[in-house]
C-alpha cells in the first residue's frame, strides 16, 4: 500500500496546524508547499517535526547549482523527509542537489506539473509532442541519472516510470481524487486505488480531505479503498 501525505495547502500555520489537529493521529505525513512556506517559513516545518510528523517539503526548487545546493541543505537541516527540485535546471543542478542531500533526504525530481495538458505543454516548449507520458518518462530517467531518489508524476505516467526506472525508485503522486471530487486545477487525475494499483509509492492528498466536511473520515475513506478486496469489512 502507498504511503498518505495529507497536503497542508492553506494560507497560514494557523489554518495547517489546525488540520493537523482536526486529523490528529489519523496522519503523519504531511506536505508544506509554496505558498505555505513563503508566508509562514521553516517555523510551520518545526512545528510539525515537534509533533512528530513527517514533513514532504514541495518548494520545486529550480536555480542555480549552487543555490539549490544551499537550499538542499538548509533542508536537510530542518529535518523533512521528501524535497522537490525541478529536473529543468538541468543535470548539474541535479547531481550536486543530490551530493548536498548526503542521503538524509530524499530529492524528487519534479517532471511535468499535474496541471499541464498536452497543449499546454507544446506551447511551453514551441513544438508539437508525441505524448505526454514520454515526456514525463523522459524527464524522470534524467532524474534517476542524476541522482534523485524519485519523481513526482501524475497518475496517468505511474506504469509507464515503473517498467522503465524499477519497483526502488520513488514516484510521489499527486491528483488524487475519491469518485465524484472536483478535480479543480488538475488535469491529469485518478483515484487513490488506481494511482496505488499503477504503482506510485505516495500518494498526496489535498482538498479531496482538508475541503471534506469529516477531514478524518475521509481519510480514512480512501485507506480503505486501498485495502485488498474483502479485507475493508474485516
Do not use: C
Request: charged share 25%; proline share 4%; no cysteine.
Amino acid at each position: 500500500m502507498p504511503e498518505l501525505i495529507v497536503a497542508l495547502d492553506f494560507a497560514s500555520q494557523a489554518r495547517a496546524l489546525a488540520m493537523v489537529d482536526l486529523l490528529d493521529e489519523a496522519a503523519d505525513f504531511y506536505k508544506v508547499g509554496l505558498e505555505l512556506y513563503t508566508r509562514s517559513g521553516p517555523g510551520v516545518v518545526r512545528e510539525l517535526s515537534r509533533r512528530d510528523k513527517r514533513v514532504f517539503l514541495d518548494l520545486k526548487l529550480h536555480d542555480i547549482p549552487n543555490t539549490v545546493s544551499g537550499a538542499v541543505r538548509a533542508a536537510t537541516d530542518l529535518g523533512v523527509e521528501l524535497l522537490t527540485i525541478h529536473v529543468a535546471g538541468g543535470g548539474r543542478m541535479m547531481r550536486v542537489a543530490a551530493e548536498a542531500a548526503e542521503g538524509r533526504v530524499a530529492l524528487l525530481g519534479v517532471t511535468l506539473l499535474t496541471s499541464l495538458s498536452s497543449g499546454d505543454v507544446e506551447d511551453m516548449w514551441g513544438r508539437p509532442i508525441s505524448s505526454l507520458r514520454k515526456q514525463v518518462v523522459r524527464l524522470a530517467t534524467l532524474s534517476q541519472e542524476n541522482g534523485l531518489d524519485g519523481v513526482v508524476a501524475s497518475p496517468q505516467e505511474v506504469q509507464a516510470l515503473r517498467r522503465r526506472l524499477g519497483k526502488e525508485f520513488l514516484v510521489v503522486t499527486p491528483g488524487i481524487r475519491l469518485p465524484g471530487v472536483d478535480v479543480n486545477d488538475q488535469a491529469r487525475v485518478a483515484t487513490p486505488s488506481e494511482a496505488a494499483g499503477a504503482g506510485a509509492s505516495h500518494l498526496v492528498l489535498g482538498r479531496t480531505v482538508t475541503a471534506a466536511a469529516d477531514p478524518a473520515a475521509a481519510l480514512e475513506k480512501v485507506r480503505r479503498s486501498l485495502e485488498p478486496a474483502g479485507k475493508s469489512g474485516a
